[in-house]
C-alpha cells in the first residue's frame, strides 16, 4: 500500500515551555514557548508528511503553537498535577472546550505528584470527557532515566494500565489513551486493548528512546494479540524534535506490519477517534 500521500498524524506531541517540564506542573501559572522545540517540531512535521498533531502542555503555550500555525495541532487541555479544587478544575476544562476549541484532556502526569492513574481527584474531569465524548490520554508506565533525582514523588506503579479499570467502572463509555505502550507494563496494557473497546494505547517514546529491535519486539506482541485498530503513532518530541523521524520510521520499517496496518497506526485509528475527516486528494 502507497503511504507516499497518506497525511500522518503524530497523536503525542508537547507544546514544550521554557522550564521544561518543571513549568508543566502548573499550567495555569504563565508559560512561555520554547522556540527552538516549535520550530524544530514544525519543520520536522513539514518534512516528513505529519499533517496534523495531537498537542498537550500549559494551557497558553498551547494555544500560542496553534494561532501560529493553524490547522495544525489538535489541542488537549492540561490539567494540574494535583487538583486542589477537583470540581472547579472540571468547571474551567469544560468552559475551555466549549470557547477555546479544546479537544480532549492530557496527558495526564498526576503520577509526578505521587497519584495514580484511578485518584478519584480526577472523577470529575473524567465525567466531563464522558458526556462529551471526549477522549483522556493519559501518561502510563516509564519515566525517564535517574528520576527520583528530579522526580522524587514518581512511580511507575501509579500508571500500571490495570488501575485505569477502576474509572471505567466509573464511566464505562469513557475513552481512554494508555501513552508510551505502558511500557514497562505493555503486557498489561494489551490486556486493556482486548477487554474494553474504548481503551487505546500510542507508541509514543518507546519508538526511539528503546532499541528498534526491542520496540519492534513488543509491538509486534501487541498487534499479533489484539489487531492494530486501537494504536496510535505518536513521538513524544518534548525539546528534542530531532526525535520525531526515529519515533515515525521505527513504525514504517517494521517489517511485521502490512500497509494496511501502518495506515491505521499513522493516522486512520487517529481521525477515527478524534472525529478528524478523511485526507483530501493530494493537489495536483
Known sequence: MNLDQFEIIDAHLHAWPVGGIGACFAPRAPATADEGAFNGTLAQMDKLGIKQGVLSGPDDVTTEWRRRAPGRFIPLWYPAVNPGNPEDEAARFAEAVDTQGFRGLGELIMH?????????????????????????????????????????????????????ENV???????????????????EQATYMLYAHSNVYT?????????GRAGFHRLLREVVETVGSDKILFGTDQMAMPQKIPAGLSAIQEAPFLSGEDKRKILGDNARRLLGIGKPEAPQA
Open 202 to 210: 500510542d507508541v509514543a517514546t518507546v519508538n526511539w528512546i528503546l
Open 112 to 164: 509526578y505528584a505521587g497519584l495514580a492513574v484511578d485518584d478519584e481527584r480526577f472523577f470529575p474531569l473524567y465525567r466531563v470527557c464522558a458526556e462529551r465524548h471526549l477522549p483522556v490520554f493519559c501518561h502510563t508506565g516509564l519515566n525517564g532515566p535517574n528520576w527520583p533525582r528530579w522526580a522524587p514523588a514518581f512511580r511507575v506503579s501509579l500508571g500500571n494500565p490495570l488501575l485505569l
Open 168 to 186: 471505567l467502572a466509573a464511566f464505562p463509555d469513557l475513552v481512554i489513551v494508555m501513552c508510551h505502550m505502558s511500557w514497562p507494563f505493555t
